[in-house]
């Protein structure tokens, strides 16, 4: 290899000067000091290319610098310091890369290499997007094994909801039990807000619904109700708040009502917040124009496809929480006609407790995000009434 002693020179020069360095320059230097003392600038290099990579709005620039980051941490010598974590984060920036421009097998290949670098949440999230949710699940339970990271909301939420893909009923209500028990002590110990709680129980109710324990669900709800008197009674009104876990857990209970996920037709990872593949993403979302075309016609041919409307209204309303249900920015009054029309609609259907119910829920568990608690319970009472809890 011929060095060029004066590129190396003034790559030297630049990073010891007392000038900031912009991106560019910083990648270019270390490009040039990595060829000649890879042991020490290796790692230098992969930090400046990601940190260009972030500040880049071009996908296919994008990609380039993920490739080159991935490669230069896979040449930084074993046990060097930094090299797992700066290769791990060199991958995680190269498969969202190659996802967010379709190329799925070959992001999944960087999943796989990503999750023996020991991390394993990508892969999982792929395999849940083609449906193949017993094996998302099983890396899920490997992943839980990692102390308390491996049991945070996020986590415990994503391995009940592959398990529940998988048809795996009674595994998932005990994960999300593990899940609830914490959060119950987490609320005794004033370190986690009742309204988690809330969200949670309501959710679980969903779940044994789903798996033919309409006894077990009624008791859940009644537990749900119990918190919302509470909080009814002694919350106070205030901005918006954790909002990341509404979305989520709104969004995972419209997954019913979705296309089933395969490999040829990917859905999303439904019980993760939005951290999707870009392609699955945008197919989701890309599905807005014809789901508002399909609730026209049926709006138009009247009381006989109100049922039809209703639930296509629903699945609107949950692809807009996918899209920005976490940010707070008015976020009361980009939501509140999903939810208002949903029980009007519903209300319309006097013979349909179930439907009525179900909007009643939503609207109750959105309002409880807009820290509106007295309304809140209001509905919820109505819909366990309905339910005959």
Same mark, same amino acid.
């Given at each position: 290899?011929?060095?060029?002693?004066?590129?190396?020179?003034?790559?030297?020069?630049?990073?010891?000067?007392?000038?900031?360095?912009?991106?560019?320059?910083?990648?270019?230097?270390?490009?040039?000091?990595?060829?000649?003392?890879?042991?020490?600038?290796?790692?230098?290099?992969?930090?400046?290319?990601?940190?260009?990579?972030?500040?880049?709005?071009?996908?296919?620039?994008?990609?380039?610098?993920?490739?080159?980051?991935?490669?230069?941490?896979?040449?930084?010598?074993?046990?060097?310091?930094?090299?797992?974590?700066?290769?791990?984060?060199?991958?995680?920036?190269?498969?969202?890369?190659?996802?967010?421009?379709?190329?799925?097998?070959?992001?999944?290949?960087?999943?796989?290499?990503?999750?023996?670098?020991? @991390?394993?949440?990508?892969?999982?999230?792929?395999?849940?997007?083609?449906?193949?949710?017993?094996?998302?699940?099983?890396?899920?339970?490997?992943?839980?094994?990692?102390?308390?990271?491996?049991?945070?909301?996020?986590?415990?939420?994503?391995?009940?909801?592959?398990?529940?893909?998988?048809?795996?009923?009674?595994?998932?209500?005990?994960?999300?039990?593990?899940?609830?028990?914490?959060?119950?002590?987490?609320?005794?110990?004033?370190?986690?807000?009742?309204?988690?709680?809330?969200?949670?129980?309501?959710?679980?109710?969903?779940?044994?619904?789903?798996?033919?324990?309409?006894?077990?669900?009624?008791?859940?709800? /009644?537990?749900?109700?119990?918190?919302?008197?509470?909080?009814?009674?002694?919350?106070?009104?205030?901005?918006?708040? &954790?909002?990341?876990?509404?979305?989520?857990?709104?969004?995972?209970?419209?997954?019913?009502?979705?296309?089933?996920?395969?490999?040829?037709?990917?859905?999303?990872?439904?019980?993760?917040?939005?951290?999707?593949?870009?392609?699955? /993403?945008?197919?989701?979302?890309?599905?807005?124009?014809?789901?508002?075309?399909?609730?026209?016609?049926?709006? &138009?041919?009247?009381?006989?496809?109100?049922?039809?409307?209703?639930?296509?209204?629903?699945?609107?309303?949950?692809?807009?929480?996918? @899209?920005?249900?976490?940010?707070?920015?008015?976020?009361?009054? @980009?939501?509140?006609?999903?939810?208002?029309?949903?029980?009007?609609?519903?209300? /319309?259907?006097?013979?349909?407790?179930?439907?009525?119910?179900?909007?009643?829920?939503?609207?109750?568990?959105?309002?409880?995000?807009?820290?509106?608690?007295?309304?809140?319970?209001?509905?919820?009472?109505?819909?366990?009434?309905?339910?005959?809890?």
């Amino acid at each position: 290899m011929t060095i060029d002693h004066d590129a190396v020179l003034r790559a030297r020069v630049l990073l010891l000067g007392s000038r900031q360095p912009s991106r560019v320059e910083l990648v270019d230097a270390y490009r040039v000091l990595a060829e000649v003392s890879p042991k020490a600038y290796l790692p230098g290099l992969v930090d400046a290319l990601l940190a260009l990579y972030h500040g880049s709005r071009d996908p296919k620039v994008e990609l380039e610098l993920a490739a080159e980051a991935s490669r230069a941490a896979r040449r930084t010598e074993a046990g060097a310091p930094r090299r797992e974590e700066g290769l791990r984060r060199a991958l995680d920036a190269y498969q969202a890369s190659l996802f967010a421009l379709g190329r799925r097998a070959e992001g999944r290949a960087i999943c796989e290499e990503l999750a023996e670098a020991g @991390r394993s949440g990508p892969l999982a999230r792929v395999l849940a997007e083609e449906g193949y949710f017993r094996e998302a699940a099983a890396l899920d339970e490997e992943g839980a094994g990692n102390g308390s990271a491996g049991r945070s909301f996020e986590t415990m939420v994503r391995w009940a909801a592959n398990l529940e893909g998988a048809g795996l009923y009674d595994a998932a209500s005990a994960v999300f039990r593990e899940l609830l028990e914490e959060t119950r002590r987490g609320v005794a110990r004033k370190r986690v807000a009742l309204e988690t709680l809330t969200w949670e129980l309501v959710h679980f109710s969903r779940m044994r619904d789903a798996a033919g324990d309409g006894a077990g669900a009624a008791g859940v709800r /009644r537990e749900a109700l119990g918190t919302l008197e509470e909080l009814a009674a002694t919350g106070k009104p205030g901005h918006p708040s &954790l909002l990341g876990c509404w979305s989520t857990l709104f969004v995972l209970s419209g997954r019913a009502a979705e296309p089933a996920a395969n490999p040829g037709s990917p859905m999303p990872p439904f019980g993760t917040e939005p951290r999707w593949s870009g392609d699955v /993403r945008d197919r989701f979302l890309g599905m807005l124009p014809d789901l508002e075309a399909e609730a026209e016609a049926a709006r &138009l041919r009247g009381a006989d496809r109100l049922p039809e409307l209703v639930d296509v209204r629903r699945r609107i309303g949950i692809r807009a929480a996918a @899209r920005d249900g976490n940010r707070s920015y008015r976020f009361e009054e @980009r939501f509140t006609p999903y939810f208002d029309e949903g029980v009007t609609l519903a209300r /319309r259907l006097p013979d349909d407790r179930a439907r009525l119910a179900r909007a009643l829920t939503d609207r109750s568990m959105f309002l409880v995000a807009t820290r509106s608690f007295v309304p809140a319970h209001a509905d919820f009472a109505e819909a366990v009434a309905l339910l005959g809890d």
